[in-house]
């Protein structure tokens, strides 16, 4: 089965307000954790990523934390806002051979 | 600069038959990979090619195959189609030595 899985497959919040979106994965293997945002019709667009040896990262108004400890991985969206909506993906890679495993994502709806 | 690009967008097959997807990387980019992306889940990985070498394959059967052309382009094959192969079929490609993959917008491939 997939090593990379979410906790909720839905989340729905006011624009505004700070979106935190939940992942759990199983492989202490890989090197990276990605988190990506795709639209309706559209390829997975890259957020952000954090190396397996980190513990957070922030961008622009988004956060990753890392937990290796209980192996969960979550992304932080601060303001929300109605271009956020879009299903986003966690998924770990392994500079091996490139790899990129996915979980099965999470839809976020940003209500105006 | 144009990012990933693919052919055709959208396209309508009928079992037992074969199609071609193509995709061309990111300039500068040698690396380029194929996932299948089925309505709800997340993108799975097919091939990852290097430098016109297999470097990495999914768990997906000989019906695919791909290859990767001297300018870096590739090609994704699927024989002998199956309702099942309907899906998105994604290409990423990364540059030298980094592990962001950036993906084209996919190939909608229905089965009939």
């Known amino acids: 089965g997939e090593s990379v899985g979410l906790h909720l497959p839905t989340l729905s919040v006011q624009e505004g307000d700070n979106s935190i979106i939940n992942c759990a994965y199983s492989n202490s293997a890989s090197d990276y954790f990605i988190w990506y945002k795709q639209e309706s019709g559209k390829g997975p667009q890259f957020i952000i990523d954090?190396?397996?040896?980190?513990d957070k990262r922030q961008g622009q108004r988004v956060t990753v934390l890392l937990n290796k400890t209980v192996k969960h991985l979550s992304l932080q969206i601060a303001a929300t806002q109605p271009g956020d909506s879009a299903v986003y993906f966690c998924?770990?890679?392994?500079?091996?051979?490139?790899?990129?495993?996915f979980g099965k994502g999470t839809l976020l709806t940003v209500n105006p | 600069d144009a990012g990933v690009t693919q052919s055709p967008t959208h396209l309508i097959k009928t079992r037992g038959q074969h199609v071609t997807l193509r995709c061309s990387p990111i300039s500068g980019h040698k690396s380029v990979s194929w996932y299948q992306q089925v309505l709800g889940q997340g993108p799975q990985f097919i091939f990852q090619y290097y430098e016109k070498e297999e470097r990495g394959r999914g768990n997906f059967p000989d019906r695919f195959s791909a290859r990767q052309f001297p300018n870096y382009s590739s090609e994704l094959n699927v024989n002998a189609l199956l309702l099942g192969d309907s899906a998105l079929y994604l290409c990423?490609?990364?540059?030298?030595?980094?592990?962001?993959?950036?993906f084209g917008e996919g190939s909608r491939l229905t089965v009939l």
């Open positions: 954090i190396r397996s040896n980190m």
């Open positions: 990423a490609s990364s540059p030298p030595g980094a592990g962001e993959l950036f």
């Open positions: 998924a770990e890679f392994f500079s091996s051979n490139y790899k990129l495993t």
